[in-house]
Each structure stands twice: as structure tokens, then as C-alpha cells.
């Protein structure tokens, strides 16, 4: 799940020094983001990776690059969302502003960072150890794009988790080319296995590029690194696989993966059946149709300790994890957008460990 980075002084068309009291400059002077990444007003960005034992620089800021000056309040946070330093900073219009929160940390550790303007904006943040000689920008955490739906997920008879959400999920188009279904868990789980169902109605391939993936599923835990329960992409004509992927709690570029080998249909309903065994540290996928299995795969999945964490009150106040459906407009080839394409009745099942 690739994102379509642009740098921010591309975005604004300006460029800004980021930190600030004379602490010495990043390797760039903006980070990279996607255009996807602006936010609406009064939302809330939340970025993560800021953990550091000591901080020589620790910023958090904003930029909006609207007509209208934004008033913004930058959060610096610590486990589960524990609100560690809080500012409120006025952002010119077509400008950024930041602070340097590094000489108000003493002993505490930042965990990520939350921006929220009253204007349009993106928020981005950065961080080094007093012995790194370079600044690691944040990583945005939580949906990549707006929650479609908010699910809370309820225990039922048997002790088991469920979080649906049925009926059309999201129909592909240029307005609105991903459906996301936010799901939030009233406490921590440890599982020992999460199962997923849902569907997907092919409409035409990509003209741009026919052998293109369109996404079927990506889950994951607030971030694509180290945190991908489930990442199913469907290619087109001239290669004519599905692929699944996970890559939880293994290294950046870490993945285990698979392919069905299998044209998928236009107008033909699709169900799949992804089971995310923990204990066992293994995945299996299946593809059905009118009820009949097409194909099936398995990897390995690749858990610490066997068991898969879903934390109730993570880095993102949206969600405890994320179901994301179809691909944004302009992500890296071969990542195409599905527009017509049809997502629906989404079921997670979340097996608690005995």
C-alpha cells in the first residue's frame, strides 16, 4: 500500500526551515507527504515513530495552505494517547508553523504526535536522539482516508469479538475512490486468530494500465510498516493474479506473500475469507464465488509471541484498526483506482487468546 509522495514545498509552493532555536537543519528542508494528506478543518492528524530515550530536536507543526490563517493545537503524546505537552500556535495563511517541544520532555517519551487546525491543513512532525546527527520525519498514523464508517466491535455468546458493517461499503468514483470502515474495540485483545469476510464486485480493468492492482482489502493497525494484517490486491489481464500480503511486527520492506492465479470478472460478486491465525502463525485466503471456493493460498503470519494485539486506545482516536478499501486517485504504479468497483459486508471476528 504505497502512498503518492509529493514534497510539502510542491503542495504550498513554498519552502520552510523546520527546526527552529538554531538546532541543526534535517537532511531536506520539508518532508515528503502525499496529497492525500491534507486534512479538513478540525480534524485530527496523528503521526507516530517519535520514540527517542533523549531528544535534541522533538517538532510538531502544521501548514495550511489555504487563503485563511488557521489557529492549530499541536499535542505531543505518550502511550495510549496520553496528552504529554500541549500548544496552540496561529498558522499564516500559506505558511507553517512548528514548535520544538524537545527541552520540555526531560525523562518522558514521546510515543506520536496530534495536530487539529480550524483551517484545512497538513501536519507533520520529526525527531532526534541527542546523538543522531539526522531528523526522522513522523509517519502519519491511522486511516488514509476519511472513516466512511465507525464500527464498535461487541462480544457475542461464545466470547468471540465480531465488527460488521453490511450492505455497500463503498462503489469506487473520483469523489470518493476509497471506502474506509474504522473499527474501535472497547479493550485491549490479544487474539489468537482474527478472521475477515467481505466482498468485492469487479467493474472495468485500467485503461491506464489493464494489468494493474486494484485493492481488495488492506487492514492494518494504524500504519502499512509492521502493522498489515491483511493487504489483498487483485491484477488485471496480462498477469491475472490476486496477491495477499501481512507484515506484522516484521521490519521495514518485511512482508510474506502469496498469488491465486486468477482472472477476476467484471460484475461478478467475489467473497473472500481471510483467516489471520496468530497462534498458529500462519494465513490462509480464500476466494469464492456463488458459493463455490475458486482458489486458496496460505503464508506465513509472523506475530511476536503468537498472538495479535489490538490495542482499544492506540495512537489514532479514530480506530483501533482500519479496513481500507479500493485505491486513492494518484498512488504509485502499478496501484490503480478501481472507479466503479463495488466493496460490501465486511465482518472481522476477533478470537480472543484462552
Known amino acids: 500500500m504505497k502512498k503518492a509522495l509529493v514534497p510539502l514545498a510542491l503542495s504550498l509552493a513554498l519552502v520552510t526551515p523546520l527546526a527552529n532555536a538554531g538546532r541543526p537543519q534535517p537532511a531536506s528542508s520539508e518532508p515528503t507527504l502525499s496529497k492525500n494528506d491534507l486534512h479538513p478543518a478540525r480534524d485530527t492528524a496523528t503521526l ?9 530536536t522533538l517538532v510538531v507543526g502544521a501548514a ?16 495510549h494517547r496520553v496528552v504529554l505537552e500541549e500548544e496552540t500556535i496561529r498558522v499564516a495563511a500559506g505558511s507553517t508553523s512548528q514548535i520544538d517541544f524537545a527541552d520540555r ?6 510515543a506520536g504526535a496530534s495536530v487539529t487546525c480550524d483551517q484545512s491543513f497538513y501536519a507533520y512532525s520529526a525527531a532526534a536522539g541527542v546523538n543522531e546527527p539526522k531528523v526522522i520525519w513522523g509517519e502519519a498514523f491511522g486511516p488514509n482516508a476519511p472513516c466512511g464508517f465507525t464500527v464498535t466491535a461487541v462480544r ?13 461499503i463503498n462503489v469506487a468514483s473520483k469523489e470518493k475512490p476509497k471506502g474506509v470502515v474504522c473499527v474501535k474495540v472497547p479493550e485491549d485483545l490479544v487474539l489468537d486468530k ?22 481488495m482489502l488492506f487492514v492494518h493497525r494504524g500504519r502499512f510498516r509492521s502493522n498489515t494484517v491483511s493487504n489483498v490486491n487483485a491484477f488485471g489481464p496480462g ?23 486468477i482472472l477476476l470478472q467484471s460484475g461478478t460478486p467475489y467473497q473472500i475469507r481471510y483467516t489471520y491465525d496468530a497462534a498458529n502463525k500462519q494465513v490462509k485466503a480464500e476466494l ?9 493460498a496460505t503464508i506465513n503470519a509472523t506475530p511476536k509471541g503468537k498472538t495479535l494485539l489490538i490495542q482499544a486506545k492506540g495512537m489514532s482516536d479514530k480506530g483501533s484498526f482500519f479496513a481500507e478499501f479500493g485505491h486513492m486517485a494518484n498512488q504509485e504504479l502499478p496501484e490503480m483506482p478501481s472507479f466503479g468497483w463495488r466493496y460490501a459486508n465486511f465482518r472481522a471476528e476477533m478470537y480472543v487468546k484462552k
Open 64 to 79: 495550511v495552505p489555504g487563503t485563511k490563517a488557521a489557529q492549530c493545537t499541536l499535542q505531543v503524546l505518550g502511550a
Open 239 to 261: 498477469k491475472a493474479f490476486v496477491k495477499i500480503a501481512q507484515n506484522v511486527d516484521l521490519p521495514a520492506k518485511a512482508s510474506t506473500n502469496a498469488k491465486m492465479g
Open 105 to 110: 520532555m526531560g525523562l518522558s517519551m514521546a
Open 48 to 56: 507516530a515513530g517519535l520514540e527517542r530515550p533523549d531528544y535534541r
Open 194 to 215: 482474527m478472521v475477515l469476510e467481505w466482498e468485492v464486485t469487479p467493474a472495468a480493468w485500467s485503461k491506464k494500465k489493464p494489468s494493474g492492482n486494484h485493492n
Open 288 to 296: 469464492y464465488a456463488n458459493g463455490a471456493l475458486l482458489k486458496s
Open 156 to 168: 457475542d455468546p461464545n466470547g468471540v469479538w465480531v465488527a460488521n458493517q453490511d450492505g455497500t
